[in-house]
């Protein structure tokens, strides 16, 4: 009786460790399933929106008007987001894909920085010309590459959880045509001479190295990013809101936030993994009609930024326009001192007063109270060093970078000349040139 009792309990004991086993392998390969489909979308989706970002880019060469030319390139730096977003959902965390990643934030940021400072310009100068046609002819290139491992993959169907292994296995040369391919484009890139964007672009360029150790707050969970950008859109739920962690190329560890919104385009975030901040957000929409003057749309800048925990002493230093937006760039003060490295950029739609766009990379990464070395200059001393062709018209203090990138404390003067105005930027401590720019 005993040695029966004892059978049927190892019969049963096996048959609930077999169907233990059977469920536990089950749930495994429906992961498994559920990893690859979410790999497979993000590669056709990327392979699909390099297609329309170099056809953007191509369309961008061929447009002479302001009207058409500013949302065209507004459009090329939604895809640039998009793809960045896209290459971050791949399994490339064990392969060197930033010179990529860097070139895709390049068209990005020129789309962008193109496309608001018109300056008054119909067309394309010849530099932004030459600089455009080159990066449409290297995305080109690069999408070309693409479009071969993504034909690759449909005709040999080709998994995306094999090209992981392969790169987990670092100690012998591995075989997989989607890590080749991907390789392949890396060393294009990196091949590539080094574009020059002019000085406001490689001044930016060379801000963006990020230094994570200036993030201050707990690491987010993509739960929490998704949250985040609920409340910068003002909703209560984070439905049809989609938060995904940005791969190894990112400058930066980050999550893209997309929201899906009825009717319009979708909003697209990318905030920083610690501390949850938003350090871009797209909120793109045509604007048919102005209602509201410069003066009401700044206001509701401001409102949104301190909204949102970023300082009270915020001031406005330069408002443009196009089709029916208005771009504000935005400095917090310390003592009544502009603050120019923590600099904000917002978009504000001039028909209902709702933000489009908000740039604050540079507040996230910089903003700290500062120590401040006093002007070993007076404000006329310091005017010695401005052209006298340049009539003055205000004066302020102002924390302004230097070509060695470095903080100085300078007199910022604005003045016209030839009906243009200009800021100068004089060192407060020897009187040095700190750097020129020419207002819209």
Not at 48 to 58: A, E, V
Not at 324 to 345: C, E, H, W
């Amino acid at each position: 009786m005993f040695s029966r009792l004892t059978s049927l309990v190892l019969v049963v004991a096996l048959v609930v460790a077999g169907f233990w086993g059977y469920r536990e392998h089950k749930e495994k390969q429906a992961m498994l399933i559920k990893a690859e489909n979410q790999y497979q979308r993000a590669f056709h989706d990327l392979s699909d929106r390099m297609n329309l970002l170099q056809d953007q880019l191509g369309k961008s060469l061929a447009i002479n008007t302001k009207k058409q030319l500013s949302p065209s390139l507004t459009e090329a730096w939604r895809l640039a987001a998009e793809a960045r977003s896209d290459v971050g959902q791949l399994p490339l965390s064990l392969m060197p894909f930033n010179n990529t990643m860097e070139f895709i934030n390049d068209v990005g940021n020129f789309s962008y920085r193109t496309a608001v400072d018109r300056d008054g310009k119909e067309g394309l100068t010849d530099q932004e010309f030459k600089t455009l046609n080159e990066l449409y002819k290297r995305s080109k290139k690069l999408e070309n590459q693409l479009a071969e491992v993504q034909s690759n993959v449909l005709r040999n169907n080709l998994r995306w959880m094999d090209a992981e292994l392969a790169l987990t296995q670092t100690e012998k040369k591995t075989d997989n045509q989607i890590v080749d391919g991907f390789r392949a484009m890396e060393k294009t890139v990196k091949n590539n001479t080094p574009l020059n964007f002019g000085p406001t672009l490689m001044g930016m360029k060379s801000r963006n190295k990020f230094d994570v150790k200036n993030l201050t707050g707990q690491n987010v969970t993509e739960a929490q990013a998704a949250q985040t950008a609920a409340q910068w859109l003002g909703r209560s739920s984070t439905e049809g809101i989609v938060a995904q962690r940005n791969g190894k190329g990112a400058p930066f560890p980050s999550y893209t936030v997309t929201a899906q919104q009825q009717g319009r385009r979708e909003a697209i975030f990318t905030i920083s993994v610690q501390g949850g901040k938003v350090t871009n957000m797209l909120n793109d929409r045509t604007v048919t009609e102005e209602k509201l003057d410069l003066a009401q749309a700044s206001q509701k800048a401001l409102t949104y930024l301190k909204k949102f925990g970023m300082g009270d002493d915020l001031e406005v230093v330069n408002i443009e326009t196009h089709n029916s937006i208005g771009v504000y760039d935005i400095v917090p003060r310390q003592n009544g001192i502009r603050l120019y490295p923590d600099k904000i950029t917002v978009q504000v739609a001039l028909d209902n007063g709702e933000i489009l766009g908000v740039n604050s990379r540079e507040y996230v990464f910089n903003h700290r109270p500062r120590t401040m070395a006093k002007p070993k200059l007076t404000e006329a001393q310091a005017r010695t060093y401005v052209s006298p062709r340049l009539k003055l018209q205000e004066t302020h203090l102002a924390v302004a970078h230097n070509v060695q990138n470095e903080e100085v404390i300078t007199y910022e003067f604005v003045g016209t000349m030839d009906r243009d105005t200009y800021k100068v930027y004089i060192s407060a401590l020897n009187g040095d040139e700190v750097g020129v720019e020419k207002l819209n």
